[in-house]
C-alpha cells in the first residue's frame, strides 16, 4: 500500500538557518505530492505541490522537487523565520487508490530567533 | 479553494455517550473525508462520505463506531459512539479539490475531543 516516510523531528533552527525536511514515498500508482502545514491551534493547509516528476513546487519562500528516481519529496528553506515555526506533513495522493491522501507523521519545526 | 468550518471546535465528554461533529463547506463538493489526529500523530482516515451513498470506511474503523451522515454536498456529520478515552483526538473534515476530488485537500479547523 502507499506510504510516507518524514524524518523524525523535532527540528529546532536559529533564524535565518537552512531547513531541509526529507519525505520519500511509496505508492502504487503515480502520486501528488504535498506539503502541508500545521500552526499551533490551527487546522492543515497546504504549503505547496507537485503533479508530477521534476515538478518543483513553491511558496512562501520553501521548496519541494518531485523525484521520481528517489521516490522523495524534500521539503527546503534557505532561511527560516520565527513565524515559521509550525508541523510539516508530507503527503501523497494516489489515483491508484481512489485519490485518497497518505500523511507521514509529521516534522515539528521550532525556529528560535 | 473551499473554506470549511467545523463545529463545535473543541468538547469534554463522558465515557460512553456519543457526540456529533458537523461539518460544513461554502461551496458543493462531491468527495469528503473525515480524519483522526491523535496527539502528536499523524493524520488517519476513518472514512469517505459521498453524497447519496453510505460512507465507505477504513480499515479498523465501523460505522457503528462512528456514524456518518451526507444529506448534501456541503454538510456532512461524524458520530463518536459509546466514546472511551481512547477516542480523544483531534477530528477533522477535509474536502478534496480536483478530478474527483482526488487533488489538493482543504481541511477544516478541527475538533478537539477529551474523553474522561
Known amino acids: 500500500g502507499d506510504s510516507v516516510t518524514q524524518m523524525e523531528g523535532p527540528v529546532t533552527l536559529s533564524e535565518e538557518a537552512f531547513l531541509t525536511i526529507n519525505c520519500t514515498y511509496t505508492a502504487t500508482g503515480y502520486p501528488s505530492l504535498f506539503w502541508y502545514v500545521q500552526y499551533p491551534g490551527e487546522g492543515l493547509q497546504l504549503l505547496l505541490k507537485a503533479t508530477k516528476a521534476d515538478d518543483k513546487g513553491s511558496n512562501k519562500g520553501f521548496e519541494a522537487t518531485y523525484r521520481k528516481e528517489t521516490t522523495s519529496f524534500h521539503l527546503e528553506k534557505g532561511s527560516v523565520q520565527v513565524s515559521d515555526s509550525a508541523v510539516y506533513f ?3 495522493s494516489d489515483p491508484g ?3 485518497k491522501s497518505t500523511f507521514g507523521d509529521g516534522t515539528t519545526l521550532t525556529v528560535k530567533p | 479553494s473551499a473554506v470549511i468550518s467545523q463545529k463545535p471546535s473543541r468538547d469534554i465528554c463522558q465515557r460512553g455517550t456519543s457526540l456529533t ?3 460544513q463547506v ?3 463538493v ?5 480524519y483522526r489526529q491523535q496527539p502528536g500523530q499523524s493524520l488517519t482516515l476513518i472514512a469517505t462520505a459521498n453524497q447519496g451513498s453510505e460512507a465507505t470506511y477504513e480499515s479498523g474503523f465501523v460505522i457503528d463506531k462512528f456514524p456518518i451522515s451526507r444529506p448534501n454536498l456541503t454538510f456532512s456529520t461524524l458520530t463518536v459512539s459509546n466514546m472511551s ?11 478534496g479539490a480536483g478530478t474527483f476530488g482526488t487533488d489538493t485537500q482543504y481541511f477544516g479547523p478541527g475538533t478537539r475531543l477529551t474523553v474522561l
Do not use: H, K, R
Open chain 1, 90 to 92: 508530507c503527503a501523497l
Open chain 1, 97 to 99: 487508490n481512489a485519490g
Open chain 2, 21 to 23: 461533529i458537523q461539518c
Open chain 2, 26 to 28: 461554502d461551496s458543493q
Open chain 2, 30 to 34: 462531491t468527495m469528503m473525508f473525515w
Open chain 2, 85 to 95: 478515552p481512547e477516542d480523544s483526538s483531534i477530528y477533522l473534515c477535509s474536502v
